[in-house]
């Protein structure tokens, strides 16, 4: 429970009054704040946590102009006011109050809105750096493209957005691109590759996006209650879910913990082939589920076969695109909700399809509202008697062929992405590569042994597959 003084306190900077910002300073969205609350209350505390950059990388191949690729980063920077925010404490918020804000924030994972503010500057230039190269050893590759990940931006200094040009071999290039988890999410990292590569390639882009100023709109719509029959779903939703998230010795082969850090995260890599995921897709539309239901299932399954639990509360990721202002603006604008799946009152493959279809359907109509906000009305973030091993599903959709022209193929290279684990211990990621469904998993290395992540995933094809079997 919270103390009198830091109950008064949230209370009053919850949504601070418009006087106690200076000209031009907005809101940050409350992804944003809780991102930047970890963050401090974590480097009080010396533990080291991996950057928050999000990278992607484009494989670039013809005569590539370095100074029209650089001309193109700044016109993308330009368009998209996300990408130009520098971000400060509030100067209206004293030491004595911040410190008491930590201490709740970490205690039960409320805080209040306000610790930190924004304000958009109108030109911001891109650092762009080339390496000459060429760089051919692939390990070597993959270390130059860790060391852009592991940079860590100056969020009071726009934009949070930079990129390394790196010459791999004749007419073949890699652009590194970095941006801050703060101001991007997956959606974001799409538009962000399709405008440039646009930009690049001289095709025409669509109108610049309207600033749509997402989190004043958020915080509007909490002060007035307008998430309300989204905060009682998801209200009831950890109630009934809560209890039953995994904790990692739900896991037989977990390890125990040998540290109190924060840990370092890598991922193990399969796919269906051509046959399989045309198989799979194909019993998705027959039975009328999505991709994502049916691997919902399935992971369901196999998680229950692991812990002996029928249960489960699992995490998910959300677009959270649902006004037409913010579907072609990039920003952190992505939710992570609770999906709760009984496997016990649901036994049967269709039942249980059924089952995750509805849970899923249900999610996605009250996506728009914070988890933080849930926490906030139960009181602070619900602990159990397990330490919660946040474990995630996830779903991305294939990427649109990127724009060609003045002579460039442009697409992109998602296999040389970093592994950028940082929300679940555990997490499954399918990507619909269109020919193939490739699978990954991010695995907190510590806790899970690499043999038994590796036969996680064999265990999870054989899960999809059964359900295969099963209808046909």
């Known amino acids: 429970m919270m103390c009198g003084f830091l109950r008064e306190y949230f209370v009053m900077i919850q949504v601070p009054a418009s006087s106690a910002m200076a000209p031009g300073e907005r809101l940050l969205c409350l992804n944003q704040e809780h991102l930047l609350l970890s963050r401090e209350y974590t480097r009080r505390q010396g533990i080291a946590l991996p950057p928050s950059s999000v990278v992607s990388v484009l494989r670039v191949s013809g005569a590539v102009d370095p100074g029209r690729i650089e001309q193109a980063l700044n016109s993308l920077v330009a368009r998209h006011p996300a990408l130009r925010i520098a971000v400060h404490p509030s100067a209206a918020v004293s030491a004595e109050q911040r410190a008491a804000e930590l201490t709740e924030f970490a205690q039960t994972g409320i805080f209040g809105s306000g610790l930190y503010l924004q304000s958009i500057v109108d030109r911001a230039h891109v650092p762009f750096h080339v390496t000459l190269g060429p760089v051919t050893d692939l390990s070597e590759l993959r270390e130059l493209i860790a060391t852009e990940a592991a940079h860590e931006f100056d969020i009071a200094q726009p934009p949070l957005i930079r990129a390394r040009l790196v010459h791999v071999e004749m007419c073949e290039h890699l652009l590194i691109l970095s941006v801050d988890h703060l101001v991007a999410d997956a959606w974001s990292l799409n538009l962000i590759r399709k405008e440039l590569a646009a930009l690049v390639s001289g095709t025409p882009l669509e109108q610049r996006p309207a600033d749509s100023d997402y989190a004043s709109w958020q915080h509007a719509m909490i002060q007035e209650g307008l998430f309300a029959s989204s905060l009682e779903y998801w209200q009831q939703q950890w109630r009934d879910f809560g209890p039953a998230r995994l904790g990692f010795e739900d896991f037989p082969f977990c390890l125990a913990r040998r540290s109190t850090s924060a840990g370092r995260f890598e991922s193990v ?204």
């Not at 489960?312 to 695109?321: C, E, K, P, Q, V």
């Open 269 to 472: 890599r399969d796919s269906f082939d051509n046959q399989q995921s045309g198989a799979i897709r194909a019993f998705a539309r027959k039975s009328k589920v999505t991709l994502y239901v049916l691997f919902l299932a399935s992971f369901s399954r196999l998680l229950q076969r692991y812990s002996g639990s029928s249960k489960l509360g699992l995490w998910g990721h959300f677009a959270n695109r649902l006004r037409p202002e913010d579907r072609a603006a990039v920003g952190w604008y992505a939710h992570t909700h609770l999906l709760g799946i009984d496997l016990g009152t649901h036994p049967a493959d269709r039942e249980l399809l059924l089952h995750c279809r509805e849970v899923v359907g249900k999610a996605v109509q009250h996506q728009a509202i914070p988890v933080m906000q849930v926490w906030r009305a139960l009181g602070g973030y619900p602990r159990s008697n397990v330490l919660d091993a946040k474990v995630l599903l996830d779903l991305s959709l294939a990427d649109e062929p990127l724009p060609q022209g003045n002579g460039l193929s442009i697409e992109h290279a998602p296999e040389l992405s970093p592994v950028a684990g940082r929300f679940a211990s555990l997490g499954l990621y399918v990507r619909d590569n269109r020919d193939i469904l490739g699978l990954s998993v991010q695995y907190l290395e510590e806790r899970f042994p690499k043999p038994a992540i590796e036969q996680l995933l064999v265990d999870f094809k054989n899960e999809v597959t059964g359900f295969l079997a099963a209808g046909s």
